[in-house]
């Protein structure tokens, strides 16, 4: 397990990017930011797997093209766990047969919530428990279905209204399932060598634990929160502040657990009200202020476990 | 374009029989065909298969991986991407299992990639029934799988090997069903003689795709979202025609597998005493057995009887189908497959044969005999309807479709 | 391997039956349009319904799932007695069919080339181009000549600033394009609304009603500047039988890159013989982009001004597009779609956003300065 920190300086992040420019993600996307960090931070030697999503729809065939500069290949969206597990076995079957030359390839899956959380659980809990390196799963979580035009998953935040959960006279609220915590979950596979959450900000914290990812020796999960303008209703130009204002209002919490070992990454130092983060959010607008308040109890009291298990240097589950 | 062409030995290697049943004759055959990834998960009666391999990697009786997967659709997504990575792989699955797995078997095909699975048949829940019915393997006929109907152990296992030859031929490319009868090829056991290692080693080049899903082949992206007015039909046509270019791949390589085996196979239908025969009966797989002995018994009454046997659904021989009824007066379609408010409540299989001798100069009378709901049938019922087709002949007859062993009024 | 190209002009077709019926095209941004644009046509269809008038809208589907900024549109089509109302979903190569094309930002109107096609593309003679924006009708006329390719245009502008009446802007551009059109009037307009029950919206129609400017216009193909320069036919590899090469694909995708027009781009597209077994394509090499076809989403671009750049490298870092260089900093406008995030992150605030028409022409649109306070849900 490579514990140093591959990239210290954005000066020194590789200029290249393998998901690359010409693609029809919105303006102000935060899963295509994602994407680019993630690619940038596992180089060329990578294969990457993409269930359905917008990740896929998006960066969609355009007259032959493909903004992917290594390999990629689609899966169905509930196939990532399964579809990596195929790609780890035959590199490592291949090179141990003598058929391929031995090397470290990474293979990275870009599933979304949807793809991971939801119809492909399951086979990403397969994933997990296998012992292959350098895979690495991402959920991109952009906390909803944004592709098909934004339905609820179960990932998506209380309160927020979807398609699917719309806040309306009689249901007020919009979601009423609290988020489902995909690294707590990733976290329960004993195989499992590194589980980390991410998003935009700090700067190079997602890159960092990319490279810590792929170097872990065994199977690996980040789940990071990539903000949405289309689905969260908010100003494309917004989507790193509130990356930012995320992690601040304590809402995301950032972790990791090497082998094991919990780190807690960062302690907002005063955290901030959750209403900083929702209310430029039009999916939150509906919300009144006793609601933001629910919230942000929720969240305070959620705390309390994560500084726990920072004291402990293990998970203490937090519900 | 087709890969390296090795030269057949001069003496054959002839090995001795061993009793095996069809799991463990498949399973032998996956070992000898080199294969690197398999993936498994339980259902009967195809799961016999995947015990033997498990035990014969364990056993380091060959180098592979195999992937215990979480369900059949991860274990169908498995052996589709490691395929695309390069290397050769093995799946298979029964009943409601490729039932739910249908979504990564049908991009198998539609991204060409070629797999090669196993199929034990067995008759789709509800209610749960270990019986035989073909709707499971048939449900797959319209994706691009190349799909074969064996019918013996040693048919099988020696289909498995001509599979890979011919879905991973780079005129074809596209993944091959074997379908074996449940129970009646899965778990019966009968001398089987082995391929041997060198065999298949010679007869079957090693998997090369033209673009594989790794860095050593450049920035390749498989399968993107299209906007189908920009692509469409164009990547519709390559499956359709890698479908059409199969059938003399699939010649080709039963004739080689002959030359390096000593076993001589008919590629598409095997038929006995059709030279003269008046009345026809078609089918596919294990209990084709117990039908050319009923045919056999009434030839020796003096009826012309002859049977045709379909080796393979897809590709559909059609030209040989119409060919080798040319002058029947009568034929009967046995078959285990069924599709609900079909038209005159026909089975998969007359459709498929219906539909062929609707191009024929002659038409013979066509009658339908259906075994469904997994109940196995007797020489009894194969001798009734072989009846009913001669009757046929010289008495138009009364319906179309006739549901054997069934308890109540056949309506 | 060198790939031999042959010349192809793409064949368009024409379908009279089309031609007799009033179409009306709705171009916004993706999202930020969709709510506004989707009220606008149903309103229309609403008030021809009203009129006894057989009529159908939709969303050009190809677009879908929409995305934030790209260029999407909208048909709204009014019948005429015994002609038939056809859904077509590939309507732009089609022939003269627009009679009204509504531009709910005036950045639509500075596209080179678009995602789909020319604004003009498909257009009647007599077309009425209804546009959202502050600037003057002669401004837009001049606009129109030199990007906008309306050869031999005997119409109508109207203009409306509609944000300055209703945040939701389809309002007062449904009582503007009443103004300039007689086929869908005032009172028709006013009554949709009132059986879609928005009757508190039929006050921003009537504001946008009296607001609108109007003006003909007799626009010949020789004036604009465009027309001309504009290349229809397409330079592809000729088909040998050889096939599933990436070279052969990299002259495919040059192709469509080149292409200027929408029929010309899918005349781009290969037959099937050149495609590999399983839909391959192939990427560009590590350090060069993919070819992009995103320039129209832009509606205002980043400007860095270098003196204050302090080459911290953020604005590459957060670049949802990648396009902005890594050394030394320069954004590549082929890429950019204008979200505005460099201008965020920039710790010196090096990076200004400046829209488009501003840019590009030294117009001042209070439209295009206009944001969302409250989107509503438009899917």
């Given amino acids: 397990m490579s514990s140093q920190v591959a990239f210290k300086n954005i000066k020194e992040i590789p200029p290249v990017d393998y998901y690359t420019s010409g693609r029809r993600t919105c303006a102000g996307c935060g899963p295509a930011i994602g994407y680019r960090l993630i690619s940038k931070a596992a180089g060329p030697n990578t294969i990457f797997i993409g269930p359905t999503g917008c990740m896929y729809v998006a960066n969609a065939h355009q007259f032959l093209t493909s903004p992917y500069a290594v390999p990629w290949h689609h899966t169905q969206l509930g196939g990532g766990g399964a579809a990596a597990i195929g790609v780890a076995s035959a590199l490592r079957t291949l090179m141990l047969k003598g058929k391929r ?12 919530d949807g793809a991971m959380a939801d119809i492909g659980f399951s086979g990403l809990s397969m994933g997990l428990s296998y012992d292959y390196q350098r895979l690495l799963y991402i959920i991109y979580d952009n906390e909803a279905y944004m592709n098909t035009g934004v339905q609820a998953s179960s990932t998506t935040p209380w309160g927020a209204t979807t398609t699917f959960t719309p806040a309306g006279k009689v249901k007020p609220i919009g979601n009423t399932r609290l988020k489902k915590n995909m690294a707590l979950v990733a976290a329960a596979h004993p195989k499992v060598k590194y589980v980390a959450t991410a ?27 990539l903000p949405c303008p289309k689905g969260w209703f908010t100003d494309p130009s917004a989507t790193v502040d509130l990356s930012r204002l995320a992690v601040e209002t304590g809402m995301w919490v950032l972790w990791e657990s090497i082998e094991g070992q919990f780190k807690l990454n960062y302690k907002p130092k005063p955290r901030k009200h959750v209403r900083e983060y929702l209310a430029p959010q039009g999916r939150f607008s509906h919300l009144k202020d006793e609601d933001m308040e629910k919230i942000d109890k929720m969240i305070e009291e959620e705390w309390k476990f994560w500084e726990e298990s920072a004291k402990l240097g293990r998970l203490v589950v937090p519900y | 374009m087709s890969a390296i062409k090795p030269i057949p030995p001069v003496a054959i290697e002839k090995p001795k029989a061993k009793v095996w049943n069809g799991a463990r004759a498949i399973a032998e055959a996956v070992k000898v065909a080199d294969v690197d990834v398999i993936a498994a998960y339980p259902i009967r009666p195809y799961t016999g298969i995947m015990n033997s391999l498990a035990s014969m990697i364990a056993n380091g009786e060959f180098t592979a991986d195999i992937i215990v997967a979480d369900s059949e659709h991860s274990q169908f997504e498995v052996v589709k991407h490691a395929s695309a990575v390069g290397a050769r792989v093995f799946a298979g699955s029964s009943g409601v299992g490729l039932a739910f797995a249908a979504e ?14 196993a199929i034990g048949t067995r008759a789709l829940d509800d209610p749960g029934n270990f019986g035989m019915e073909w709707s499971d393997a048939l449900m797959f006929r319209d994706f691009g799988w190349l799909i074969s109907w064996a019918k013996t152990v040693q048919e099988a296992a020696d289909m498995t090997l001509v599979a890979y030859r011919v879905a991973e031929d780079r005129r074809v490319l596209l993944p091959h069903f074997i379908a074996l009868d449940g129970a009646a090829i899965t778990h019966v056991a009968t001398p089987v003689v082995p391929v041997t290692k060198q065999q298949a080693t010679e007869f079957l080049p090693p998997y090369r795709p033209p673009y594989r899903i790794d860095p050593q082949d450049g920035p390749v992206t498989k399968a993107q979202h299209i906007a189908p007015s920009l692509i469409g039909p164009e990547q519709r046509k390559t499956i359709d025609v890698a479908q059409k270019r199969s059938k003399q791949v699939i010649a080709e390589a039963w004739k080689d597998f002959a030359k390096y085996t000593g076993r001589e196979y008919p590629p598409f239908l095997e038929t006995i005493g059709m030279e003269d025969a008046e009345f026809a009966l078609i089918g596919m797989g294990a209990y084709m057995k117990d039908i050319e002995l009923v045919a056999s018994r009434l030839r020796s009454k003096g009826y012309k009887v002859g049977t045709v046997r379909l080796r393979y659904v897809r590709p559909f021989p059609a030209e040989e189908l119409i060919n080798a009824l040319g002058g029947v007066k009568a034929a009967g379609v046995i078959e285990f497959g069924y599709s609900f408010g079909s038209p005159f409540g026909t089975g998969s299989l007359y459709h498929e044969v219906a539909t062929s001798l609707y191009e024929a100069d002659t038409k013979p009378t066509l009658l339908d005999f259906l075994f469904l709901g997994g109940r196995e049938p007797t020489v009894e019922h194969f001798t009734q309807l072989a009846e009913k087709v001669i009757e046929s002949a010289h008495k138009k007859p009364q319906k179309k479709t006739y549901w054997l062993t069934l308890r109540g009024e056949d309506i | 391997m060198t790939v031999k190209l042959v010349k192809v002009t793409p064949k368009v077709e024409r379908y009279p039956e089309y031609e007799e019926l009033d179409w009306v095209i709705a171009h916004g941004l993706g999202v930020d349009h969709t709510a506004d644009i989707t009220s606008f046509s149903q309103t229309i269809a609403q008030a021809g319904s009203i009129k006894g008038i057989e009529t159908y809208y939709y969303m050009r589907y190809d677009d879908s799932p929409e995305r934030n900024y790209i260029p999407m549109a909208f048909y709204t089509v009014l019948g005429k007695p015994k002609v038939p109302v056809l859904l077509h979903e590939e309507v732009e190569p089609v022939g003269e069919l627009f009679k009204v094309i509504a531009v709910f930002s005036s950045s639509l109107l500075l596209q080179k080339t678009a995602q789909r096609a020319l604004l003009f593309d498909g257009a009647k003679k007599d077309a009425i181009l209804l546009v959202n924006t502050s600037i003057t009708t002669d401004d837009v006329v001049r606009l129109v000549k030199k990007y906008n390719l309306a050869q031999d245009w005997f119409g109508k502008v109207v203009t409306i600033s509609a944000a300055k009446i209703d945040s939701a802007i389809a309002y007062p551009m449904l009582g503007a394009l ?19 029950g928005k009757e508190k919206k039929k006050e921003s129609v009537r504001k946008g009603y009296e607001a609108a400017s109007v003006k003909e216009v007799h626009v010949l193909a020789e004036e604009t500047e465009m027309f001309k320069k504009i290349k229809r036919e397409v330079e592809l590899p000729e088909f040998t039988g050889e096939f599933w090469t990436p070279e052969v694909y990299y002259a495919y995708q040059k192709a469509a890159a080149e292409a200027q027009t929408y029929p010309s781009r899918i005349a781009t597209m290969p037959r099937w013989e050149v495609l590999a077994p399983g839909l391959i394509e192939f990427g560009p090499q590590p350090g060069k982009r993919n070819l992009g076809f995103t320039t129209p989403w832009r509606w205002q671009r980043p400007i860095i001004d270098m003196n204050k750049c302090t080459d911290c490298k953020l604005c590459h870092y957060y670049c949802p597009d990648g396009a902005i260089d890594f050394a030394p900093i320069k954004v590549d406008y082929d890429y950019c779609k204008g979200c505005g995030t460099c201008e965020k992150v920039c710790p010196v605030k090096a990076i200004k956003m400046v829209p488009e028409i501003e840019y590009l022409e030294g117009l001042r649109d209070e439209e295009v300065l206009r944001r969302f306070e409250q989107r509503e849900y438009g899917f």
């Fill in chain 1, 101 to 112: 030359k031995l090397e470290d390839i990474n293979v990275v899956v870009m599933g979304g």
């Fill in chain 1, 199 to 225: 998003t935009l900000w700090p700067p190079l914290d997602l890159m960092n634990k990319v490279h810590r990812a792929l170097n872990a020796g065994g199977p690996t999960l980040i789940h990071v929160l």
């Fill in chain 2, 104 to 117: 990564p078997i049908i991009v198998t095909a539609l991204s060409q990639l070629p797999v090669v699975a």
């Fill in chain 3, 178 to 196: 009443a103004r300039g059109w007689d086929r869908i009037d005032l009172d028709s307009i006013l009554t949709a609304l009132d059986v879609l």
